[in-house]
């Protein structure tokens, strides 16, 4: 398959949260928070938008990737929700970038990088593209109700893109959506209609923990053993395991089961807390940087998410 990614960028928000801050307002404690989770702190946006985050992190992968905005032949946003509800996010990002390629955004929760990825395979296979900007960004504390001590702790905000070239990086690409709206949602509401029939103002977001827990556990098993299978490889073919960072047990959980040793599983939940889609690029970042990752380097990226959705895929790093 025809793809390589070529740069990454990431940015966060400026103000770092502590679980300790939120325990200033909301029953909690940072031993419940770091024992049930892993997470010691998150960034949360207070002046920025999520536009800001999304371009700042998209003009550092366009810079690592020694390429203009202008030579990008698509831009593919994964999030929940920019900062309108239309136009979307990807547009908001192409008026800063000045492009005038085709911007969209997709929606697959926090498994929207892979989604994302997989597109720009598509596009890529076809001929329609040889460079793609996508750019994985989520703001989810507006999201949260900073009452709920079951979900607000969780989350942190942040983006992070990539540009991604035509080569030979991507093995495996397998995403699946497994419809269900209950576990884990944020619902629109109504406007002011006068018609209609269930008149709502929309809810904050709302999670069935140990639902989503389990179904994360399980796919993550399942999705490793699938890439398995299909590439006929074994564990000891792959450098490193980089699932969305949701929860430091789940990332344990599942490690356990597939009998795996933790140096293969990074983990940076502790610094972001859960960014939804942007946690994998932003993890990517990380190791690049901290130059963990060496060309020939097998990278198993794995993401679950509302929807529910998951998305598993094998990079040869290039
Ligand atoms: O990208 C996917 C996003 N979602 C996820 O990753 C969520 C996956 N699920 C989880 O990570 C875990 O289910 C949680 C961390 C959300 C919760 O852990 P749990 O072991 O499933 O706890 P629980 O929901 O069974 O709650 C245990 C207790 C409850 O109190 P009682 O009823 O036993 O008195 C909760 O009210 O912990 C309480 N609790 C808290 N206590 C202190 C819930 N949240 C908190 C909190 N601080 N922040």
Redesign the pocket.
Known sequence: MGLKIVSTGIAVPEKTVTNNDIAQF????DD??VS??GIKQRAVATRESLTDLAFKAAVSALKGADLAASDMDFIICSTILGDYTSPSLACAVSERLKTICPAFDINAA?TGFIYALSMAQAYIDSGAAANILIISADMLSSLVDWTD??VC??FGDGAGACVVTRGNSLKYMKLAAYGDTSV?RQRNGTGNNPFSAHASKGEFMT?E??E??RF?VNAIEREVNSAFSALNITSSDINYFML?Q??K??IDSARKRLSLPEEKFPVNIDKYG?T?SASIPILLNEMLEGGKIKKGDNLLLTA??AGLTTGTCVLNWE
């Open positions: 909301l029953d909690t404690s419940w928070i049930k989770t926090c001590r079951a702790v969780l884990i999670m923990g140990q989503v827990f994360a969305h949701a929860n047990r789940i859960n939804s679950f998410g």
